[in-house]
T-cell receptor
Framework: GAVVSQHPSWVICKSGTSVKIECRSL??????MFWYRQFPKQSLMLMAT?????????EQGVEKDKFLINHASLTLSTLTVTSAHPEDSSFYIC????????????FGSGTRLTVV | AQKVTQAQTEISVVEKEDVTLDCVYE???????LFWYKQPPSGELVFLIR??????QNEISGRYSWNFQKSTSSFNFTITASQVVDSAVYFC????????????FGSGTRLLVRP
């Protein structure tokens, strides 16, 4: 079945630094990837949608300059949290789909970011 | 705009009881997909089911069953003879053609199955 690999699984960084999270589709071409953020005991909130080779589409209220998304190839999308602050500490999870919704969504295992 | 409501924040049952998790959705699209996911403490999302808007057939998979009713915009999930391993957070989600199929989640229902 379709597999999405997300790295790192957890990361601790100092306030003010940037952190990059990678999401790779291992056995299919991910034309579209989605990035979500989940705070403790809350739901998954969609941050942005990225299509290969295009700029990401951000949801309302998500700062595009803070959360940089790159989807340069059909198998890799990255989320960079720039100048991270403690309030950015959260669980980030990516999801990928290929051309058809019929094939559903495949989720990464998530990245727990802690900013100290 | 698409919306998913899971009114039950937390449910606690004793093992072997049946439990139903409610999901109500809103969409203006005629083409949409509904999903249920399980999220254990590890955080990974486990896919349970996908239903498209043109298929109202109910589905049973082992102890799991789903009741899709377009008339009430509901897609409820029942676990029969619950087990401790069923303890997790369950999310209902919706994607619609008009929103480029982005997947929107409900707030989730935390299920605790006690021995």
């Amino acid at each position: 079945g379709a597999v999405v690999s997300q790295h790192p699984s957890w990361v601790i960084c100092k306030s003010g630094t940037s952190v990059k999270i990678e999401c790779r589709s291992l056995d299919f071409q991910a034309t579209t990837m989605f990035w979500y953020r989940q705070f403790p005991k809350q739901s998954l909130m969609l941050m942005a949608t990225s299509n290969e080779g295009s700029k990401a589409t951000y949801e309302q209220g998500v700062e595009k300059d803070k959360f940089l998304i790159n989807h340069a190839s059909l198998t890799l999308s990255t989320l960079t949290v720039t100048s991270a602050h403690p309030e950015d500490s959260s669980f980030y999870i990516c999801s990928a789909t290929d051309r058809g919704i019929y094939y559903g969504y495949t989720f990464g295992s998530g990245t727990r970011l802690t900013v100290v | 705009a698409q919306k998913v409501t899971q009114a039950q924040t937390e449910i606690s049952v004793v093992e072997k009881e049946d439990v139903t998790l409610d999901c109500v959705y809103e969409t203006r699209d005629t083409t949409y997909y509904l999903f249920w996911y399980k999220q254990p403490p590890s955080g990974e999302l486990v896919f349970l089911i996908r239903r498209n808007s043109f298929d109202e057939q109910n589905e049973i998979s082992g102890r799991y069953s789903w009741n899709f009713q377009k008339s009430t915009s509901s897609f409820n999930f029942t676990i029969t003879a619950s087990q401790v391993v069923d303890s997790a957070v369950y999310f209902c989600a919706l994607s619609e053609a008009g929103s480029s199929y982005k997947l929107i989640f409900g707030s989730g229902t935390r299920l605790l199955v006690r021995p």
